[in-house]
């Protein structure tokens, strides 16, 4: 089973990473999760996004994220201790 | 005490309609939008019509943009089919949106009210949500300009949520609204699954809608927060939910679900 954590998004890293704020994280997880997280998009379903990646840059990442409830779904950690994640916009789904 | 008005249908006024949007009152509940008789026959058609399961969880009828944030073809797809029921469900002349229309046209003499399109795609008008025994909806609130941001939506001023009570529980199923309005920075109290902590409303006061009847029709604006208790009995809650949007500079409100 994949590692969830979910939190807010804060400062913008690069045109495909930013910084997690943590507030919540699965039952489960195989591994531990800071409070403060650097999480690389390896995949998106953010609204506003583009979905071609080439067309993702710093601004329209930040107008996305930034403050934004996001779910991200581990992949891995790279050796810098950045968390490859796929990343959704999380809850918005109604009743 | 921060309340909410209860007019006929014939009886709602263009001070009421200001005074939601300006937040002065929680609601407006308009009485007998549909008759007791007109409910038996909509909810007889609705039992015969095909639902979707939600989460796993909950019927509905017609999609919701919400759940479609970054699925625009899936969302207009469905709401093609789904318009095709909801003309099935309702006579032409007693199209939810038809009745309400005649309200506006009154209240907001020179606005037109039409179903909300874009590039050549029509929105689905309504969501019909029919939740039963121990089913609750949580604190929440609905902003198309922030959640549905990849739909064109941008230039509305105001956007209202209209309920119309088709069939009411046996106990609870009862609109709580909150005189607390949404801001971005709330996002830190947002519940995993849908909604937000209660925190979130923690001192705000509150009004509760108790004593709704099937027939009835709650507007609400959906940015202040608000949740529906737990509903009790065998009797499901059936309702059916539209949002409209106001442009004020065009004088248009287009609908949607």
Known sequence: MTDIIWGNGSEILSSDSFVLNVTHRKDGNKENYSDVEKIKIVDADIPGLPQNQSDWNTENLKSCTTDAFLKCEIDSRNESGILLAKVSHSGAGGY | ?257
């Open chain 2, 1 to 257: 005490m921060w309340r909410e008005i209860t007019v006929n249908y014939s009886g709602i006024e263009s001070v009421d309609f200001d005074s939601l949007l300006n937040g002065k009152i929680p609601a407006i509940v308009v009485r007998n939008f549909y008759g007791q008789k007109q409910c038996e026959g909509i909810v007889e058609k609705i039992g015969n019509s095909q639902k979707s399961i939600f989460q796993k969880k909950l019927q509905h009828i017609g999609p919701f943009l919400m759940s479609y944030t970054t699925k625009k073809k899936d969302y207009f797809d469905n709401a093609k089919q789904a318009r095709k029921t909801f003309e099935d469900i309702f006579s032409e002349n007693n199209q939810p949106i038809v009745k309400i229309s005649k309200i506006i046209s009154r209240i907001l003499p020179g606005y037109s009210t039409s179903l909300a399109r874009e590039s050549g795609n029509d929105f689905s008008p309504y969501v019909i949500r029919i939740h039963g025994n121990g089913k609750a909806i949580p604190i929440h609130k609905d902003n198309v300009k922030y959640e549905g941001k990849e739909y064109d939506f941008t230039g509305i001023d105001n956007q209202l949520s209209c309920i119309v009570h088709l069939q009411e529980p046996q106990s609870g199923g009862e609109i709580v609204i909150y005189d607390k309005q949404w801001s971005r920075n709330d996002e830190k109290l947002r519940n995993i699954d849908f909604g937000y902590s209660q925190d979130v409303v923690s001192r705000a006061e509150f009004c509760k809608i108790s004593n709704l009847s099937a027939g009835d029709l709650v507007m609400i604006n959906p940015n202040y927060y608000h949740k529906v208790t737990q509903i009790e009995g065998n009797v499901s809650r059936i309702t059916l939910g539209m949002f409209l949007g106001l442009y004020k500079k065009e004088q248009k409100i287009v609908a949607w679900a």
